[in-house]
């Protein structure tokens, strides 16, 4: 695919300029051979679930369901849960093939049904409930020094204690002779690892090693899912075809190879943030997309093969936890101890639209670097405009050269409406001369390729008004960039006015100290939490713009059928590139303190993330250009050398979730969905949202009068010590009081303490407020975002 990097940015222009039925074809029947470049990237949503694929289709087309059973009602004469969900398939239908049955992730199975077998099921004694597969879409030389993983010491690859610590990456596969994963100087496989590395296509068991210990493929319910009539098979391996799962991986554990570029740009040493653990991948999405029931193959496994920390970089729509999935088996996996660590989504900037975003998920929003890849346009008037590009090839010649606007350059007159569209272009109009293309209809990099084709010297793309200021660099084929929709206006009018425009375009490489960095990516998906919104998510954001990592090197950069030129590692941009960033920070933490549960690791990294820059200014939203709030950045930029000593943590068990889904009146059904076992709710107890120990608060009013209480627990992890609180808030109407405001913490021990807001009715039509709250020791400060909405029924 391609790759690169901004793609999941453009998914929201994708989706709403390009017709459905494209994007159907695209995804689903995948028609033209440059499918990889359309795809999509990274994570989010999109609205492909089986009910468009149903309507297409005839009536005896099946569709693939993920089954769940109430294993506690399991007749005693099964021996196994397998050969019970055996049978009841077979009660309502003789052809019905099992596609996989799960241990660990869900209680259940799944398989293709008509619709007559669908009916049946739904009814038969033990079914908990059928929900429909669905498509989910996958949403760094510089950030170990930007994020301060010099200052730790030990990094040494044979020494490092993360040598124990397993990632399993559930993506689109790995390359396994990437540098990135070899193994020199690494220790025996952890002795508790139960993976393996499952041959396949060009990929033998001799493709791990010590550092890629697992790779494993699941591709049964993406192939139910293709056209029946289409004879393509996908390649049974776990071999990348893709890229974004290679470069997942390598961003969390990758090792160090020094020199690694895209073209000489973001040139230094690539190394993954936990530079000494194990990765296993678990290969479930093809052609660019990934369906839940294999997803659910690969959490099912990955909680057998006892990894420690898993990378999911995809996602689609919010929905309630029960018909939730990937929620699901992400709570099966914490059950394990397995910190699961999501992409916040790619469909910022706005609001409500966060992913992933069950509070036993570690969700991850994107943050940019203090990197750019600038680049300018000189035009014949003298005036100059920036742009960026990861084109880095040969340059125009430093002359000034003729220079037209796309909209003017049209095969057929009057017809051309400046995108670029492929034949739209007069090759007389257009030889030996840069061309100025607005963005949409067609892939940024397929614009590239058409000008070229036609003879154009040199694109220079322009944002239209939707797609705003920021420019988006891609890998182009040819002297291209892409600049602001102002700029683009600018430059249009001098094409307009001029008789005789000329322009060149400047390459300007890798430009680091960019200010302010980091600031929350324009795309990266923002709360408040659809589902629930007592519950703050994002956790948190880390690098996840411009990322330089690892790649198949048999992919170009582009993904254009007509680039020669392959890449040993791709810039990338998405939530999809900061979640295996934490993925593999929380290795660092689980290395240091072992016996941590997935919530205190996230916790740690909760409460030392940043929230201001060094002025003491809070980070930026770079979609506005204004203060970001928590409901952008969560808690706050990752800090991982002080998330190793946290001081406190605020730490939550497998009850404590239950106690979560019994304050969401969940009905014992639906509990047993999520937790996949029999729990009763205690009819004498006071459940509350509010008081999930939770490293952060998300206070929901329920009228201009209303006083919330918050109870939090928090466990010393480090020295004896006391800690005293102090709180802020944006809004003087709303009361905020501690009690108690002194905690005196022995080690290991445990002190709770009750939060009040209380708001008083001068709201004057502001809908969120924002404050915080810390405890601190003196050197050990422990933050806690608060955010404050208003729900006025
Ligand atoms: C099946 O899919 C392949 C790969 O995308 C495509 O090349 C082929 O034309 C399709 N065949 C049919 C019959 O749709
Ligand atoms: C097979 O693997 C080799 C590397 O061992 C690679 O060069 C080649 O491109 C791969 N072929 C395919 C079709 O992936
Ligand atoms: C680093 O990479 C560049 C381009 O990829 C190459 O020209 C250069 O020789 C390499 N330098 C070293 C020290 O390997
Ligand atoms: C990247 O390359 C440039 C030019 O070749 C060089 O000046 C710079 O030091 C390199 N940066 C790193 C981090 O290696
Ligand atoms: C170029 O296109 C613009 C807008 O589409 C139009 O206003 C202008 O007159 C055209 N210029 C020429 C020389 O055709
Ligand atoms: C930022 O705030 C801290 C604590 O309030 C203060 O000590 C520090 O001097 C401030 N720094 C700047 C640059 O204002
Ligand atoms: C607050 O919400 C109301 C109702 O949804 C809306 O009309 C109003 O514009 C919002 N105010 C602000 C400041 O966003």
Known sequence: MNPTIYKQISLSTFLTQIPFQ???????????????????????????????????????????????????????????????????????????????????????????????????????????????????KLHTTRTPKFLGLDKIASLNPVTEKSSDVVVGVVDTGIWPESKSFDDTGYGP?????????????????????????????????????????????????????????????????????????????????????????RVAMYKVCWLGACSMSDILAGIDQAIVDNVDILSLSLGNIATNYFEDNLA???????????????????????????????????????????????????????????????????????????????????????????????????????????????RGKVERVEKGNIVKSVGGLGMVLANTEKDGERPMPDAHIFPATAVGFTDGQAIKKYLFSDPNPTGTIVFEGTKLGVEPSPAVAFFSSRGPNLITPEILKPDLIAPGFNIL????????????????????????????????????????????????????????????AYKTYKNNQTLVDDA????????????????????????????????????????????PAQIEIVARRKYTCDPKKQYSVTNLNYPSFAVVFKGEHDEIKHTRTLTNVG?????????NSDNPAIKISVEPKVLSFKKKEKKSYTITFTTSGSKQNINQSFGGLEWSDGRTVVRSPIAFTWKLQ
């Not at 680039?563 to 295996?580: A, V």
């Not at 240091?592 to 996230?602: E, F, K, L, Q, T």
């Not at 020295?719 to 709180?727: D, H, L, R």
């Open 549 to 608: 990592a690892a790649y198949p090197n048999n992919l170009s950069p582009t993904g254009l059928g007509s680039d020669p030129r392959l890449i040993d590692f791709q810039i990338m941009s998405g939530t999809s590139m900061s979640c295996p960033h934490v993925s593999g920070l929380a290795v660092l933490i689980k290395s240091v303190h072992p016996d941590w549960s997935p919530a205190a690791i996230r916790s740690a990294l909760m409460t030392t």
């Open 328 to 438: 699901i088996g992400a709570f099966a996996a914490m059950e394990h101890g397995i910190l699961v660590s999501c992409a916040a989504g790619n469909t910022g900037p706005s609001s409500l639209s966060v992913s992933n975003a069950a509070p036993w998920i570690t969700t991850v929003g994107a943050g940019t670097l203090d990197r750019d890849f600038p680049t300018y346009v000189r035009l014949g008037n003298g005036k100059k405009y920036s742009g960026v590009s990861f084109y880095n090839g040969k340059y125009l010649p430093g002359t000034l050269v003729p220079f037209i606007y796309a909209g003017n350059a049209s095969s057929d007159e009057g017809k051309g409406d400046g995108t670029c569209l492929p034949g739209s272009l007069d090759p007389k109009k257009v030889a030996g001369k840069i061309v100025l293309c607005d």
């Open 719 to 727: 020295a004896e010590g006391t800690y005293k609180v102090s709180i």
């Open 624 to 667: 506005t250009k204004k203060p970001a709030t928590p409901f952008d950045f969560g808690a706050g930029h990752v800090d991982p050398v002080s998330a190793l000593n946290p001081g406190l943590v605020y730490d939550l068990r497998v009850d404590d979730y239950l106690s979560f889904l019994c304050a969401l009146d969940y009905t």
């Open 22 to 136: 494209y994007i159907q074809r695209k995804l689903f029947n995948m028609k033209t051979p440059e499918k990889p470049l359309v795809v999509i990237l990274f994570v989010i949503v999109i609205l492909c679930d089986v009910s468009l694929a149903r309507s297409e289709k005839s009536e005896n087309k099946k569709i693939t369901y993920i089954v769940h059973a109430a294993k506690s009602t399991m007749p005693s004469s099964f021996d196994h849960h397998s050969f019970w969900y055996k049978s009841i398939l077979n009660s309502i239908s003789k052809s019905a093939e099992m596609l996989y049955t799960y241990d660990k992730a869900i209680n259940g199975f799944s398989t293709s049904l008509t619709v007559e077998e669908h009916e049946l099921l739904k009814s038969q004694p033990g079914i908990l409930k059928v929900t429909p597969d669905k498509k989910y």
């Open 189 to 277: 496989i952890p002795r508790n690892w139960k993976g393996i590395c499952q041959t396949g296509i060009n990929f033998t068991t001799s493709n791990c090693n010590k550092k890629l210990i697992g790779a494993r493929f699941y591709r049964k319910g993406f192939e139910a899912s293709l056209d029946s009539t289409n004879e393509t098979k996908l390649p049974k391996t776990p071999r990348d075809d893709f890229g974004h799962g290679t470069h997942a991986a390598s961003t969390a554990v990758g090792s160090p190879v020094e020199n690694a570029s895209l073209f000489g740009l973001a040139n230094g040493t690539a190394r993954g943030m936990a530079i000494g653990a």
